[in-house]
C-alpha cells in the first residue's frame, strides 16, 4: 500500500502498539434523560478490520466521538494506545478518522483544505499531493470543495485521516456514498492498511459491505455491547437446519430432549439450531420419524445482525 | 502552537472570504471617502488630514469588518463541520482559540491599514484638486491609525469569542449587529450615562469619533478589551465542555 510507503516511522510507535489500539472501558454517554452509550466495553487489536455494527441511533457514532475526544464521556472511558485522545503526542501520526461526508468548508480547494490541516501537525506539502494521489483526487483537487461529488467528499476526507500516515484508521460509515467501484477501492485500501499490521475500527449499519471487510465485529444496539467476536463466528452462530417431516412433534420433542433449539413452523417445517446435518439426520433415524428434506441455511450477515439487535430491543 | 497558528493563516488565505472582505471593504470606504468630502462644507476641508472627516469612513467601518473576520473565525467551522478535523488534528482546543485570536488578529490589521491606504488614496487627491492645502502632523497620524488597529483588533478577539460562544453563524453575526446599529442606539438616547460604557460606544471612543461625548481613547481600549476578555473567557469556557457532536 502506498499509504505507509513514504513517511519514515519511528520504532518507538511500533513498539507501543502492543496494548490494544483502542480501548474503551465501561463507557456511559448521557445526553438529557438519553443513554447514548450504555456501559460499553471492548477492545481494537492492531492488524484486524473491526466492524462497529448497529442499526442508526444505537450509538456507534457516539461512541466514536467519544473516542476521539471530540464528546466527553459521563463514565467510563476511551483510550488510544492507552492514553486518552487528547493528550496522544501526535494525534495526526497515531490516528486518523473520516466522521462525515462534510467536513471542510466549500469555498477552500481540497488541496488547500489537505493543506491547513498538514500545517496544523507539521506535516510536509510534499505529503499533500501523494495522499491526494492516494485517493484519487488529483484531478479534482485545485476545485472547491463544495462542488465535490459525495465520493469524492469521502475521498477528501479519507485523504485528511491518511495525512499523517497513522497506526489507527477509524472510519464512521465511510462507504456511504461510495459507488460499487469505490466501495471496493476502499475495502482494498482498508484491508492492505490492516495487513501492514494497522487497526481499523470501522461503522456500519449496512452489513453486506461488512461481509467482505471485517474479521472483528463488535455488535451493539441502544448503546449496548451485544456480541463482540469473529465475523464468520457470528454468521456460523446463527447457521440453521431446515426439517421437513411429517411428523414435526415427535422429532421436535426429541431433538428439544437433547438440547437442539427447534422452532416449529406453521408449514411443518422445524428449522433447528445447534447441530450439525448428520447429527440430526441420526436423531430422526433414532426416532423412526420419516425425513423428507434436510437442508442447512446459513443466515446472512444481515439476518444474524437482526437478530441479535431484535433479541435485544424485546 | 506554532502550526496552529499557521494553519490558521493559512485557513484565512485559502478561501475567498478575506478577500471578498478586502475588496467590500475598498469599496465601501472608497465610495465613503469620496461622498463626505465633496459633500463637506469647504471649512472643514482644511483640517489636517488626522483630522479629516473622511478618515471617519475607515474609523467606522474597518472596526466592523473586524468584528465580522472574528465571527465568522469559529462560526464558519461549526458550519461547515470542518471543526471536526481541526480538533482532530489538535485536539488541545485553547490553542485553536489562541491561533484564531493570532490570525484573525493579523487580519484585523491588514483590513484597518487597507482602509486607511485607500482613504488617502481617494481622499487626498480630491482635496488636492479642490486646491486644499494638504497638512498633517505624523505624530498624530500615526496615533490615529495605531488607535484604529487596535480597537479593530479587539473587535476580532470580541467576534471570535462570541462566535465561539454562539456556535451559529447567522445567529451571531445578526445578534451582534442588531445589539450595535440598533439597540446600543436606542439605549444611548434612553440611558446616556449607561449606554456610554456599552461595547459599540467604548469602540467609537477608541476611534476617537464623535469624542466630546465619549470616554478617552485609552479609557474606550480598555474597556473594549474587558469586553473581548470577557467574550474570549465565555468562548474558551464553553469550548472546553463543549461535546462536538
Given at each position: 500500500?502506498?499509504?505507509?510507503?513514504?513517511?519514515?516511522?519511528?520504532?518507538?510507535?511500533?513498539?507501543?502498539?502492543?496494548?490494544?489500539?483502542?480501548?474503551?472501558?465501561?463507557?456511559?454517554?448521557?445526553?438529557?434523560?438519553?443513554?447514548?452509550?450504555?456501559?460499553?466495553?471492548?477492545?481494537?487489536?492492531?492488524?484486524?478490520?473491526?466492524?462497529?455494527?448497529?442499526?442508526?441511533?444505537?450509538?456507534?457514532?457516539?461512541?466514536?466521538?467519544?473516542?476521539?475526544?471530540?464528546?466527553?464521556?459521563?463514565?467510563?472511558?476511551?483510550?488510544?494506545?492507552?492514553?486518552?485522545?487528547?493528550?496522544?503526542?501526535?494525534?495526526?501520526?497515531?490516528?486518523?478518522?473520516?466522521?462525515?461526508?462534510?467536513?471542510?468548508?466549500?469555498?477552500?480547494?481540497?488541496?488547500?483544505?489537505?493543506r491547513?490541516?498538514?500545517?496544523?501537525?507539521?506535516?510536509?506539502?510534499?505529503?499533500?499531493?501523494?495522499?491526494?494521489?492516494?485517493?484519487?483526487?488529483?484531478?479534482?483537487?485545485?476545485?472547491?470543495?463544495?462542488?465535490?461529488?459525495?465520493?469524492?467528499?469521502?475521498?477528501?476526507?479519507?485523504?485528511?485521516?491518511?495525512?499523517?500516515?497513522?497506526?489507527?484508521?477509524?472510519l464512521?460509515?465511510?462507504?456511504?456514498?461510495?459507488?460499487?467501484?469505490?466501495?471496493?477501492?476502499?475495502?482494498?485500501?482498508?484491508?492492505g492498511?490492516?495487513?501492514?499490521?494497522?487497526?481499523?475500527?470501522?461503522?456500519?449499519?449496512?452489513?453486506?459491505?461488512?461481509?467482505?471487510?471485517?474479521?472483528?465485529?463488535?455488535?451493539?444496539?441502544?448503546?449496548?455491547?451485544?456480541?463482540?467476536?469473529?465475523?464468520?463466528?457470528?454468521?456460523?452462530?446463527?447457521?440453521?437446519?431446515?426439517?421437513?417431516?411429517?411428523?414435526?412433534?415427535?422429532?421436535?420433542?426429541?431433538?428439544?430432549?437433547?438440547?437442539l433449539?427447534?422452532?416449529?413452523?406453521?408449514d411443518?417445517?422445524?428449522?433447528?439450531?445447534?447441530?450439525?446435518?448428520?447429527?440430526?439426520g441420526m436423531?430422526?433415524?433414532?426416532?423412526?420419524?420419516?425425513?423428507?428434506?434436510?437442508?442447512?441455511?446459513?443466515?446472512?450477515?444481515?439476518?444474524?445482525?437482526?437478530?441479535?439487535?431484535?433479541?435485544?430491543?424485546? | 502552537?506554532?502550526?496552529?497558528?499557521?494553519?490558521?493563516?493559512?485557513?484565512?488565505?485559502?478561501?475567498?472570504?478575506?478577500?471578498?472582505?478586502?475588496?467590500?471593504?475598498?469599496?465601501?470606504?472608497?465610495?465613503?471617502?469620496?461622498?463626505?468630502?465633496?459633500?463637506?462644507?469647504?471649512?472643514?476641508?482644511?483640517?489636517?488630514?488626522?483630522?479629516?472627516?473622511?478618515?471617519?469612513?475607515?474609523?467606522?467601518?474597518?472596526?466592523?469588518?473586524?468584528?465580522?473576520?472574528?465571527?465568522?473565525?469559529?462560526?464558519?467551522?461549526?458550519?461547515?463541520?470542518s471543526?471536526?478535523?481541526?480538533?482532530?488534528?489538535?485536539?488541545?482546543?485553547?490553542?485553536?482559540?489562541?491561533?484564531?485570536?493570532?490570525?484573525?488578529?493579523?487580519?484585523?490589521?491588514a483590513?484597518?491599514?487597507?482602509a486607511?491606504?485607500?482613504?488617502?488614496?481617494?481622499?487626498?487627491?480630491?482635496?488636492?484638486?479642490?486646491?486644499?492645502?494638504?497638512?498633517?502632523?505624523?505624530?498624530?497620524?500615526?496615533?490615529?491609525?495605531?488607535?484604529l488597529?487596535?480597537?479593530?483588533?479587539?473587535?476580532?478577539?470580541?467576534?471570535?469569542?462570541?462566535?465561539?460562544?454562539v456556535?451559529?453563524?447567522?445567529?451571531?453575526?445578526?445578534?451582534?449587529?442588531?445589539?450595535?446599529?440598533?439597540?446600543?442606539?436606542?439605549?444611548?438616547?434612553?440611558?446616556?450615562?449607561?449606554?456610554?460604557?456599552?461595547?459599540?460606544?467604548?469602540?467609537?471612543a477608541?476611534?476617537?469619533?464623535?469624542?466630546?461625548?465619549?470616554?478617552?481613547?485609552?479609557?474606550?481600549?480598555?474597556?473594549?478589551?474587558?469586553?473581548?476578555?470577557?467574550?474570549?473567557?465565555?468562548?474558551?469556557?464553553?469550548?472546553h465542555?463543549?461535546?462536538?457532536?
Amino acid at each position: 500500500m502506498g499509504a505507509n510507503s513514504t513517511t519514515d516511522r519511528p520504532s518507538v510507535e511500533r513498539a507501543s502498539l502492543g496494548s490494544p489500539a483502542v480501548s474503551v472501558r465501561g463507557l456511559t454517554k448521557r445526553f438529557g434523560s438519553v443513554r447514548a452509550v450504555d456501559d460499553l466495553s471492548f477492545e481494537v487489536h492492531p492488524g484486524v478490520v473491526t466492524g462497529f455494527l448497529g442499526p442508526n441511533g444505537a450509538g456507534k457514532s457516539t461512541t466514536l466521538r467519544i473516542v476521539l475526544g471530540l464528546v466527553a464521556p459521563t463514565e467510563g472511558s476511551a483510550t488510544v494506545l492507552g492514553m486518552p485522545y487528547r493528550s496522544l503526542p501526535e494525534p495526526t501520526k497515531t490516528v486518523g478518522a473520516v466522521l462525515e461526508t462534510q467536513s471542510f468548508n466549500p469555498l477552500r480547494s481540497g488541496r488547500n483544505h489537505l493543506r491547513v490541516l498538514a500545517r496544523a501537525s507539521g506535516i510536509p506539502e510534499r505529503r499533500v499531493d501523494e495522499v491526494l494521489e492516494l485517493v484519487g483526487l488529483e484531478a479534482a483537487a485545485r476545485r472547491n470543495a463544495g462542488t465535490y461529488s459525495l465520493g469524492m467528499r469521502q475521498r477528501l476526507g479519507l485523504g485528511a485521516a491518511l495525512l499523517g500516515d497513522p497506526r489507527i484508521l477509524i472510519l464512521d460509515e465511510p462507504a456511504n456514498g461510495l459507488d460499487p467501484q469505490g466501495i471496493r477501492w476502499l475495502r482494498d485500501l482498508v484491508r492492505g492498511f490492516a495487513a501492514e499490521g494497522n487497526a481499523v475500527l470501522v461503522s456500519s449499519h449496512v452489513l453486506a459491505e461488512m461481509a467482505q471487510l471485517a474479521d472483528e465485529a463488535i455488535v451493539i444496539s441502544r448503546g449496548r455491547l451485544v456480541r463482540q467476536a469473529p465475523l464468520s463466528k457470528l454468521t456460523s452462530d446463527s447457521r440453521e437446519l431446515v426439517v421437513v417431516t411429517p411428523e414435526a412433534g415427535r422429532l421436535a420433542a426429541a431433538l428439544h430432549e437433547r438440547g437442539l433449539g427447534v422452532e416449529t413452523k406453521e408449514d411443518g417445517e422445524l428449522h433447528v439450531s445447534g447441530a450439525d446435518a448428520a447429527r440430526v439426520g441420526m436423531i430422526a433415524f433414532e426416532t423412526r420419524v420419516p425425513v423428507l428434506g434436510l437442508a442447512e441455511k446459513e443466515s446472512s450477515l444481515e439476518d444474524a445482525f437482526l437478530e441479535l439487535t431484535e433479541e435485544d430491543a424485546r | 502552537m506554532r502550526n496552529q497558528i499557521a494553519s490558521e493563516f493559512r485557513k484565512l488565505a485559502t478561501t475567498r472570504s478575506i478577500y471578498a472582505m478586502l475588496a467590500g471593504l475598498i469599496v465601501v470606504v472608497g465610495l465613503g471617502v469620496v461622498a463626505t468630502t465633496t459633500d463637506a462644507e469647504p471649512g472643514s476641508l482644511l483640517a489636517p488630514l488626522e483630522h479629516q472627516l473622511f478618515l471617519n469612513v475607515s474609523l467606522t467601518i474597518a472596526p466592523l469588518f473586524g468584528l465580522l473576520l472574528g465571527l465568522r473565525s469559529f462560526t464558519d467551522e461549526f458550519r461547515y463541520g470542518s471543526i471536526v478535523p481541526t480538533l482532530l488534528v489538535n485536539p488541545v482546543r485553547r490553542q485553536i482559540l489562541g491561533a484564531k485570536l493570532v490570525a484573525t488578529a493579523g487580519g484585523g490589521v491588514a483590513l484597518s491599514l487597507a482602509a486607511v491606504a485607500i482613504s488617502f488614496t481617494v481622499g487626498v487627491p480630491i482635496l488636492v484638486l479642490k486646491g486644499i492645502d494638504v497638512t498633517w502632523s505624523t505624530g498624530e497620524l500615526a496615533a490615529t491609525v495605531a488607535l484604529l488597529v487596535a480597537a479593530t483588533v479587539l473587535w476580532t478577539s470580541i467576534g471570535v469569542g462570541l462566535g465561539l460562544a454562539v456556535k451559529h453563524q447567522v445567529a451571531a453575526i445578526a445578534g451582534t449587529l442588531v445589539w450595535l446599529l440598533a439597540v446600543e442606539g436606542i439605549l444611548s438616547g434612553v440611558i446616556p450615562n449607561v449606554a456610554m460604557y456599552f461595547p459599540g460606544a467604548a469602540g467609537f471612543a477608541v476611534v476617537g469619533i464623535n469624542s466630546t461625548e465619549l470616554l478617552t481613547p485609552v479609557f474606550g481600549a480598555l474597556l473594549l478589551g474587558a469586553y473581548a476578555l470577557v467574550a474570549v473567557a465565555t468562548g474558551a469556557v464553553l469550548m472546553h465542555r463543549r461535546d462536538i457532536a
